[in-house]
């Protein structure tokens, strides 16, 4: 027995031992929890510390916190555009707050229309008599976008700034798929609908150029009146149109040419631009480290801010990035998670509605769930308005259909107005390796569709005919919104992409604005008073992981030396980074199982920002997505 007794003893003091073990951990979660969340007791004296780590954006991307945790990488930052916005406004008038501090030294880029919305921002902060600052190692064009309303610009003097103005190269895979003898079948309706282009082509056609390059003609010349506007010294021609001459009467020096030239005002260190703002804002009483200055960041300071609950609800809705069917999102525009939000805030009382487009569009039967959503609200005597932030194209524009008045920005990129499928074929490849298809059809769409077999002549009219009568749907629904005749917006459709300011001389926008005026436009409609009305953002909210788990991973990744930032060769190798998932997200479009889409491969706010749809319902939608179901079956 006292040998039992002994065991016994044993394995009890191995369950307490557990049992503690077990709730040091608890309570070490549950601290770490409670200390990454923005806490408005953070809030003191001193600056305003904006840290835009990663790109700014519509919506913010949900976090898988099991992901990102089991790759040990870092997930890319992203700050809303209206937090930014709203934390300057607050600012303006916080006794608090004796000047604000934009760091950019990891700011991947953002949306004209969002950098815009910023920048006027930080000019009605610097009108009440605070500085703004901006510290960075690098600025490019979206960097100086905001840089360019700074008091004060700073850059490190072994980085670099320079405007390059938009464009590029997309990549065009025509060459390849004929080399893998893979028949990439296009369906499409618009002359100008570019987005099966990457497939068919090897280089872009005149038709998409031609209308692309009026488009970035245009945002290129909105850029630089908004930035010559902030900052007049700015050399803008002699940077943009001799760089390499530019660069040379500096002795190659970049930081020393940046200064010439007006992009930026002083070179210095961390330490030495932390050592100038705690001149105008205090020092740190909490840090001897050099560069500390006392500040509050952004999180704390949007806690403290709290939330207005006054007068009248006005919903917002936001569908921002690649419309797909299914719970997919935030971030990326599941169709069912939208209309779900959209019906079950049916019942809370809203005064009006605004939807809030950031999406270069995406599924056709996707758009048509969220326009219904949207019309079940018009529907029943509820104002609707529609604001466009960056993008509204394609499926972006075709959910806005169910609105009421539109608003944009001359920088926004809309229309898009057009369809496409792109469906690969195997049947070329297959010979190639000894396999042939053959057997016995009762009719010309029996086994159809094959994938190995190749489709008959039968299969393709059917698709392009499909594809047809989808375009016709479309043409209906503006034509209906937009109060046009249908061959007066076949006119400006055919997949051709229109900036802001063209697209409302089109008739497709009714007034230019952001989402502010939009709101107002709602609450005054609804007969709410100025002042008598707040906004609710419908399913949004925060998971109280995030942080933490970004923090977790964030450490991981610097240790690994990934971090963003440095010179013109460490920019340059980024981008080569990023060159994979771009190539990885054409393989995805091109075999993926998707219906007929409504997207705008075009649009330059889109391809360069937006992350990869993810998380749409294994169940296909549209014809064309079930007929490349059932093939894989």
């Known amino acids: 027995m006292s040998f039992v007794g002994k065991v016994w003893k044993i394995l009890v003091g191995i369950k307490d031992g ?12 549950l601290f770490g929890v409670l200390s990454a969340r923005p806490n ?3 809030v003191r004296d001193g600056a305003l510390l904006i840290d835009l780590e990663g790109v700014v954006v519509e919506e913010k991307t949900a976090l898988d916190p099991i992901e990102a945790l089991l790759s040990r990488e870092a997930p890319m930052g992203e700050t809303r555009a209206r937090d930014v916005v709203r934390a300057l406004d607050a600012a303006v008038t916080d ?3 004796r000047a604000v501090v934009i760091d950019m030294s990891r700011f991947l880029g953002g949306g004209q229309v969002h950098l815009k919305d910023i920048g006027a921002a930080m000019d009605r902060v610097r009108k009440a008599k605070k500085p703004v600052l901006s510290f960075a190692m690098g600025y490019a064009d979206d960097h100086m976008a905001l840089a360019a309303h700074a008091s004060e610009v700073w850059l490190d003097p072994q980085g670099v700034a320079i405007i390059a103005g938009p464009g590029g190269s997309n990549l065009y895979y025509a060459g390849l798929l004929e080399k893998l003898s893979i028949n990439a079948r296009v369906y ?17 056609s005149d038709e998409a150029r031609a209308n692309i390059g009026g488009l970035y003609g245009a945002l290129w010349e909105e850029y630089k009146a908004g930035i010559t506007r902030a900052r007049p010294k700015l050399a803008l021609a002699r940077i943009t149109g001799d760089p390499v001459a530019w660069i040379q009467s500096s002795g190659g020096d970049m930081a020393k040419a940046a200064v010439d030239a007006g992009l930026v005002d002083k070179l210095g260190d961390r330490a030495q631009f932390g050592a100038r703002v705690a001149e105008v804002a205090g020092k740190d009483p909490w840090s001897e480290l050099p560069g500390a200055f006392a500040s509050s960041d952004l999180p704390a300071y949007l806690a403290d801010l709290g939330q207005r609950k006054k007068g009248k609800a006005v919903g917002v809705i936001t569908i921002a990035g690649e419309i797909v069917d299914g719970e997919a999102g935030p971030g990326v525009a599941g169709s069912t998670r939208i209309a779900d939000l959209l019906d079950e805030a049916a019942d809370d009382d809203l ?33 609707v308005a529609v604001s466009f932030a960056n993008v509204a194209a394609s499926g972006g524009y075709w959910v806005s ?31 190639k390796l000894g396999v042939n298809a053959d057997g016995f059809r009762t009719t010309e769409l029996s086994g159809q569709p094959d994938l190995v077999g190749g489709f008959t002549p039968a299969m393709d009219t059917l698709l392009q005919t499909s594809i047809g009568g989808t375009y016709q749907d479309f043409l209906k629904l503006v034509s209906t919104a937009r109060k046009m005749p249908v061959d007066r917006v076949d006119a400006i459709a055919q997949g051709q992409v229109w900036d802001g300011g063209t697209a409302r001389q089109n008739g497709l926008v009714d007034q230019f604005g952001g989402l502010a005026e939009a709101l107002e436009w709602a609450a005054a409609k609804a007969g709410a008073q100025k002042g008598e009305w707040h906004a609710v953002h419908l399913g949004e909210k ?24 440095g010179d013109i060769f460490a920019i340059t190798a980024l981008r080569s980074e990023h060159l994979g998932t771009r190539i990885a997200r054409d393989a995805e479009r091109l075999l993926g199982t998707r219906g007929v889409q409504a997207y705008c491969l075009a649009c330059p706010a889109s391809a360069a920002l937006a992350p990869p749809a993810g998380g749409a319902a294994d169940r296909p939608e549209g014809v064309l997505a079930m007929l490349a179901w059932l093939a894989g079956r």
């Open 542 to 565: 925060d998971a109280n992981y995030d942080s933490l788990i970004r923090q977790m991973v964030v450490g991981e990744t610097a240790k690994r030396g990934r971090v963003h930032g």
């Open 188 to 204: 499409r309706v618009g002359e100008f609908k570019a987005g099966v282009e990457p497939w068919s082509r090897s280089s872009m």
């Open 18 to 29: 557990l049992v503690l073990l077990f709730m040091l951990l608890f309570f070490i979660a």
């Open 95 to 97: 006794d608090r707050i």
């Open 40 to 42: 408005p007791g953070q």
């Open 401 to 431: 259909m169910a609105g009421e008045r539109i608003f944009a920005e001359p920088e926004t990129i809309t229309g898009s107005i057009g369809v496409y499928a792109v469906v690969p074929t195997f049947e070329n490849s297959a010979a």
């Open 351 to 383: 005064a009006a509605l605004v939807v809030r487009v950031d999406s270069p569009g995406g599924s056709v039967t996707g758009s048509e769930e969220i326009r219904r959503a949207i019309q079940r609200y018009r529907d029943r005597g509820i104002p």
